[in-house]
């Protein structure tokens, strides 16, 4: 479904030197499938999402989609991106029915489409007339993404969806992904800092430090015996098992890329 194959990225401002955000990216994203990609901040994970959207557009080395250049499958408007702030996304004055139907690409009247996508994210049906400012930010995050369901598509990228959320609304976006996944097919490509998320709902997993891929491979097999120093560091630091020397060893280990 998706495939890279060495991409680079790099950025350049006034004469500051050229600095290199991502670096030989290279893996493969089957259908239907829900793919992780994690790493510290500034680790590139990001960068690689917008460059998978076409936001970013120069790069090195080779992206397709189904078989067709990134440029080519965009035109589908078949690939959808979540990002992180999803309140940016959302006009504060504009009518929530307005900017959920500009995600159609049938411009009808799709009045009951936007009710039945407001049921199944379990929104008030009273959001429909409401403008942008009057929601929180997790309703915010479901009209987003109620936008992005609008134009049926085949692949949504998600920037840590779990970013500022209570327990209930991450629970809520856990089960949409897996339900959307399973009933509509929709291939996932999730970017996110938790490691316990992707676990539950990733087959496979990559981890990026310093806009480099130092692991990937089928999710469990790889949080439970990971091989790079790193992934062992971010593991127990989710299981809040460090030791002040412990970041000592890994700022000096060999293998802290």
Not at 41 to 66: D, M, N, V
Not at 193 to 210: A, V
Not at 229 to 255: G, M, V
């Amino acid at each position: 479904m998706i495939k890279l194959k060495n991409v680079s990225f790099s950025v350049k401002s006034g004469f500051v030197k050229e600095r290199t955000i991502l670096k030989n990216i290279s893996f493969e994203v089957q259908k239907g499938e829900v793919y992780g990609i994690a790493g510290q901040s500034g680790s590139g994970k990001t960068t690689l999402a917008k460059l998978i959207s076409g936001i970013y557009t120069q790069y090195e080395g080779s992206i397709q989609i189904q078989g067709l250049k990134l440029t080519d499958y965009l035109k589908s408007l078949k690939l959808q991106i979540l990002l992180q702030n999803s309140n940016e996304l959302i006009n504060p004055i504009r009518r929530i029915k307005d900017i959920i139907s500009d995600g159609f690409q049938n411009k009808n009247d799709n009045s009951l489409k936007i009710v039945e996508l407001l049921k199944k994210l379990k929104l008030p049906d009273d959001v429909i007339d409401m403008k942008g400012y009057q929601l929180s930010g997790g309703m915010q995050q479901r009209v987003a993404l109620a936008r992005i369901l609008a134009a049926e598509p085949e692949i949504i990228l998600m920037d840590e969806p779990y970013s500022a959320q209570d327990i209930e609304a991450q629970t809520f976006m856990k089960n949409i992904i897996i339900e959307l996944n399973k009933t509509k097919g929709i291939t996932f490509l999730i970017i996110s800092h938790d490691l316990k998320f992707l676990r539950e709902i990733s087959s496979n997993i990559l981890i990026l430090h310093h806009g480099e891929i130092i692991e990937e491979g089928p999710t469990e097999q790889m949080l439970s015996s990971p091989s790079h120093e790193f992934t062992k560091f971010i593991l127990s630091a989710e299981n809040y098992e460090l030791k002040q020397e412990d970041f000592k060893n890994f700022k000096n280990s060999k293998n802290n890329i």
